[in-house]
């Protein structure tokens, strides 16, 4: 493996780790309720001074298909950049893209499907679509050297479709990538990937020669395996960990979805494996339990449930 690692019976896991926390976009789109623009400022302020350096912080999409993310240009504008943090925000076409650039955004993401069922229910269009849609913002975001992340939905199981073949997600990861994303997203969006399931993916995905560095896990925790399935993606040398804020988030558009993987869940499993993150455990706890009280409801991750009182 070409990064620096650290034993663990016999295996070598990474010895840093790169936490994407996607609470404030991710995360809230799925809240009923509307939270301030001062709160979420306040929120994504919070995330860095604990020492996140990747924060997805918003989104572009129509207010009508996420009327919790509408503020996003006067959310952007109530944020102060910290150096050497970035702040992604998602980006749905063109005009969206526009949008970010015009307000100085350097990382975007785009969001695509493995299957074709959850690409018409959530972008109504087809994946050849859909893919169609992203090739310009792509071409555009990196003519202006601008990082883009790529998001895959349904890697690993479909409500509608069933199981996913490793091979339909090795085509249209490879498409993804070929489009000139920096960093794909390999989503369990309901919570029904195994470990097993999670090697098979990424070994196919590095043997077809997308670098394992480029690559991130995003996992929810319907079956409890969110954990398994990330150290799963450790040992393979992913890098890269989507985490939500006190387990916040879920999916809009699939309804089986239960919350992200928890930040300090996450935290939890990662410092007790020696893996250096630079987040503090215990900011992030506050955090949560700070914002658990402005959404009006407990927050469901473990870890904070235990380390709150």
């Not at 970010?100 to 109504?124: C, P, Q, Y």
């Not at 893919?131 to 883009?148: C, I, Q, S």
């Not at 993606?233 to 809009?252: E, F, M, Y």
Request: with cysteine; glycine share 10%.
């Amino acid at each position: 493996m070409d990064f620096d690692s650290t034993p663990l019976g016999g295996l070598l896991l990474p010895s840093r780790v790169t936490i994407c926390e996607v609470g404030p976009r991710d995360g809230l789109q799925n809240e009923s309720a509307v939270l301030p623009v001062e709160v979420k400022a306040e929120f994504v302020a919070r995330l860095v001074d604990a020492g996140h350096t990747l924060v997805e912080t918003t989104s572009f999409v129509h207010p009508e298909w996420v009327p919790q993310l509408a503020d996003a240009e006067d959310l952007l504008a109530a944020i102060t950049p910290a150096p050497r943090v970035r702040y992604p925000v998602l980006v749905p076409n063109e005009r969206g893209l526009d949008r970010a650039l015009g307000l100085g955004v350097r990382d975007i993401a785009v969001f695509g499907s493995v299957t074709e069922t959850f690409a018409k229910r959530n972008l109504n269009r087809t994946v050849d679509e859909s893919l169609e849609m992203f090739a310009p913002v792509v071409a555009r975001a990196r003519e202006a050297d601008v990082r883009v992340r790529g998001y895959l939905s349904m890697c690993f199981g479909d409500p509608w479709e069933g199981d996913v073949p490793v091979s339909r997600v090795l085509d249209v990861a490879t498409r993804m990538m070929a489009l000139g994303c920096t960093e794909l997203s390999l989503g369990d969006t309901i919570g029904v990937a195994t470990p097993g399931r999670v090697v098979a993916v990424l070994d196919a995905l590095i043997a077809a020669g997308i670098p394992v560095d480029s690559i991130a896990v995003h996992f929810h925790d319907t079956y409890g395996q969110a954990l398994a399935n990330t150290f799963a993606a450790l040992c393979r040398g992913v890098t890269t960990i989507d985490a939500s804020a006190g387990g916040l988030g879920g999916c809009p558009y699939a309804g089986s979805a239960t919350g992200n993987l928890a930040t300090e869940d996450l935290l939890w499993q990662l410092h007790g494996l020696g893996i250096d993150t630079g987040v503090d455990l215990r900011k992030m706890v506050d955090t949560s339990v700070w914002l658990a009280e402005k959404l009006g409801r407990p927050s469901p991750s473990r870890t904070v449930t235990a380390l709150a009182g």
